[in-house]
């Protein structure tokens, strides 16, 4: 009677391979366009690339009054972009400045408007980008620790050891109802003061151990709701299999709330990211400290902008990077 | 000799007493099958067995050894720790809700606990695992997630996963009552076959047609006692307790 019962779902799940065809169908068709496209683009940039302007070519074109003017307080600098080349000569007093813009083998003044503009945005980059390298860094290497860390703050939250319990809780109670500014300014500045041996002089090494202090706090309470999450039978299962509570642990629950830890880690994490701006007060060269340095030293505000795109488009690639881990860990339901 | 043996007892949530002194014994090769309302305190008592509720008070006698003996709550005698574990391991239990691991495939569910528990070579409890599956006419799903069983496929795992720790008594928790009727039966046929195969099982369930046809014994519970105990055709058809025959009359 099993058996036929077996080959009756066997033929009913047929109909459905059908269907499940078109959509992969679909997903195919789309695979390609995006193949095409980013074919196109690449060929655009290798066309840019090959006819880019040299550096010396666009140099030469600031006005020779400029440089007569300024004399010896006359600063220059030039940055290549693939097609793009910026160069910029700056009498350092008056504060009178030229800018070109060569493009495509072509040479352009820009001394105003959008163009002017966008060779300020180009001018920053680099620096940006320097900040960035520090604010991703930071922020991947404190929330993976401080992941690993909230298991086990997570499990002796849980743990009917009193004294275990009361340890972690109180741990979690300190970080999250405190401000990370004030723990950042307390590691780095405070620590020394209690004993020297204490003292974290590398910035980015006190920024990296308050952050995963701080997010173990916080992720220990999303994987200790996790964990609560998962239904009772699988407890009870377990035992009546004769696992220990470690082994049920390991083998059943943590393993089936990873799934839903994904979500509330991504958020965790993008709040870590912007957190992150906080070390510029310590003077940690982030992204958000490369940007206020900018706008204070060319008196443009307008740094901004180009600074809260690249936070968006980090915020962006991680969110996608965690759906699809979310997609992964799903193939079960 | 009795596989499983209890004597007087009582479990007690709160103010409120759920069992009151159960004797029951169910010896080797035999199916006793227990009936009786909800709330009758069925389930606790065989949940109490394995140790999924702590009794208030009695004796649990595993293999005619004492087990567990507790009072008001505190634990008089509790076989060491690696005896508790052999013991308890003699139990197999299957539960209403399946209580399937949904990360892990038909197979790997079977092996989970020998493998991690038992310390068995993994390609020899992938093999057993095998033979399992077959028993329970499951041998094409040994790849697929529990998720994509349908419920009565889904119970019949849950059924090997039990038997893959070779427990010496098998405790069904109604097994059947989370199952669309037209599924009911697969299941029912598994669970024969294994009675055929002589497996001691002790079952809390409301199919009555199995429990006439499988069932050495019957054991009618009703608030929380034993109210009357027989072999099937003298307790179906002729039950001397009231609430028995007030209980047949219900539900036949």
Sequence with gaps: MADNLETESGSKNKPKAKTAAEPAAKARRRRLALYIVLGLLALAVLILALTRPSGEKVVGEISQPLIDKAGSNYSQQYYNYLAFSIARGKNVRSAESDTHIGFAGRTFAVNAGAAAVAANVLCWLPALINGTRITISLTVTAVCAGVFLSVFLALGKISRRKLLSRICSGYIFFFRGTPLLMQLFFIYYGLPQISPALAINNKFLAAFVTFTLNSAAYCAEIIRAAI??????QFEASRALGMSYGQT????????SIRRLIPPVANEFIMVLKDASLVSIIALTDLTFQTRNISSSSASALVYV?????YLIITAIFT??????EKRFSIYT | MALIRTEKVCKNFGELSVLTDIDVAVEPKEVVCIIGPSGAGKSTFLRSLNQLERITSGKIYIDEKLFLHRENNVTVFQQNSAEYKRLLLEMGMVFQSFNLFPHRTALQNIILAPVNVQKKARAQAEEEARELLAKVGLSEKADEYPARLSGGQQQRLAIARALAMQPKIMLFDEPTSALDPELVGEVLQVMKQLAESG??????????GFARDVADRIIFMCDGMVAEEGEPSELFTNPKNPRTKQFLNSIL
């Design chain 1, 228 to 233: 609560q999450s998962i239904d009772k039978g």
């Design chain 1, 249 to 256: 642990m390991r083998l059943v629950v943590i393993p089936q």
């Design chain 1, 306 to 310: 180009p600074a809260m795109i690249i």
């Design chain 1, 320 to 325: 996608y990077i965690f759906n699809r881990m």
């Design chain 2, 199 to 208: 497996m001691t099982m002790l079952v809390v369930t409301h199919e009555m």
